[in-house]
C-alpha cells in the first residue's frame, strides 16, 4: 500500500535562521566568534544567529548581516553559505511543539584588525579559538595525544557493537577514512565527518543534550560544547575553509594587507591544523604567483627586517581556481 501524501495542514510550521560561523587569526590562532546564550538556553556559547524576516530583508545574507551587526557590532565582509541544518530534535527539545525551526549556515571571515574590540566586548561576543572546540583538529606540534588516549579507544568498540548489521560503509571503514587508520592518512578536511562519528558514538557533550546517551563516560570532555547544533555549524565552516584556501585565495581575507611570507605560512598551518615545511612553502606561494612584494620591510621580529608582500588581485583575472595547493606534510 503506497503512503498517503501529507496534506499541507498535517505539517507543522517552519521557521528560518540564519547562523554565522565567523573566523579570524590573531596571534597564530584561528577563532570562531561566540556569543552567549540567551534566558533558558543553558549556559554554552553559541554561534551569531538571528531569524531570516522577508518582510525587513529581501536576502538570507542581508538578513544576516544586520543580525551579526546587531549582535557583535562587527561588519562582515567575505560570506558563504555552507549548508542547511533542519534534522529534528536540533534545538534539544523534547517535546517537538510548536514551529520547526531550520538554519542557514554561513562561513564568514574577518580581519581580526578590522574589528572594534571595545564595541566587540561591549556585546558579550568572544573570539574562541577553535581546538578548544576541535583540540583532536591540530596537528602543527604532531598528532594529539588524546586520539590514542581518549577517542580511539572508544571508537573502535563501538564500531564493532553492531558490525553484524549491514551497514554502508561500516562504522568502522568510516573511522578508519575519517581518522587516518591503517593505511589511510590523516585528511584535514574531513572535520564533519570525524566531529558526526564521536557525536554518533556519544562522546560529545551535545550528545547527552540531546539525550542520545546518559554519559559520554569520558572524564575530560572532547573540546568546549555548544549549545543546539553550533558545534556542528562550526566544523562544517572549519571543513568548508580548509578546502577553500586550496583553489580559492580566501586565506587573504584573514590577512592584513601587507605581511610577511612567515605571517602567511602561520596563518596557513593555522588553519589547515599542519605543519608545513617553510622552503617548501615558500617555493608553493611562488609559484602560485599569489603574491608580489611592496617593497618594504618589517622589523616587528626585532631581527633582520622581513620583506612585506601583499595579495596579487590580478591573479583573480588569470586562473579559475588560484590557492594554495598543499602537499604531504612537512
Not at 196 to 220: C, I, K, N
Not at 253 to 270: H, R, S
Amino acid at each position: 500500500m503506497e503512503p498517503t501524501a501529507t496534506e499541507p495542514g498535517d505539517i507543522p510550521p517552519l521557521r528560518i535562521g540564519l547562523n554565522a560561523a565567523i573566523v579570524a587569526v590573531t596571534n597564530h590562532t584561528p577563532n570562531i566568534l561566540a556569543v552567549p546564550a540567551s534566558p533558558g538556553q543553558g549556559a554554552a556559547d553559541g554561534l551569531p544567529f538571528g531569524p531570516f524576516d522577508p518582510a525587513r530583508q529581501r536576502t538570507f545574507e542581508a538578513s544576516l548581516r544586520a543580525s551579526v551587526e546587531s549582535q557583535t557590532a562587527l561588519n562582515l565582509g567575505y560570506v558563504e553559505q555552507l549548508y542547511t541544518f533542519g534534522d529534528r530534535g536540533r534545538q534539544m527539545r523534547s517535546d517537538e511543539q510548536g514551529a520547526h525551526m531550520v538554519s542557514v549556515g554561513y562561513l564568514a571571515l574577518t580581519r581580526a584588525d578590522a574589528e572594534n574590540p571595545e564595541a566587540l566586548h561591549a556585546t558579550g561576543a568572544r573570539w574562541r579559538d577553535w581546538y578548544e572546540l576541535f583540540p583532536w583538529e591540530d596537528w602543527r606540534d604532531g598528532r594529539p595525544g588524546m586520539l590514542d588516549a581518549a577517542i580511539l579507544p572508544r571508537l573502535l568498540p563501538w564500531a564493532v557493537e553492531k558490525a553484524d548489521q549491514p551497514q554502508t560503509p561500516s562504522r568502522m571503514a568510516r573511522i578508519r577514512l575519517a581518522f587516518g587508520l591503517n593505511d589511510f592518512p590523516w585528511d584535514e578536511e574531513r572535520v564533519l565527518e570525524r566531529y558526526e562519528l564521536l557525536y554518533e558514538a556519544g562522546l560529545l557533550t551535545e550528545a547527552v543534550a540531546d539525550q542520545r546517551v546518559s554519559s559520554t563516560g569520558l572524564t575530560v570532555p572532547l573540546g568546549r560544547a555548544m549549545r543546539f547544533d553550533h558545534r556542528r555549524i562550526a566544523a562544517t565552516a572549519v571543513q568548508r575553509l580548509r578546502a577553500k584556501i586550496k583553489y580559492r585565495p580566501v586565506i587573504f581575507e584573514l590577512m592584513p594587507p601587507d605581511f610577511t611570507l612567515t605571517q602567511l605560512q602561520t596563518t596557513v598551518e593555522a588553519i589547515s591544523g599542519r605543519h608545513l615545511h617553510k622552503q617548501n612553502f615558500r617555493r608553493l606561494v611562488e609559484g602560485a604567483e599569489l603574491v608580489e612584494p611592496t617593497g618594504a620591510a618589517s622589523s616587528a621580529t626585532g631581527g633582520r627586517p622581513a620583506a612585506l608582500y601583499k595579495f596579487r588581485a590580478k591573479i583573480l583575472e588569470e586562473r579559475p581556481a588560484p590557492g594554495l595547493r598543499l602537499g604531504g606534510r612537512g
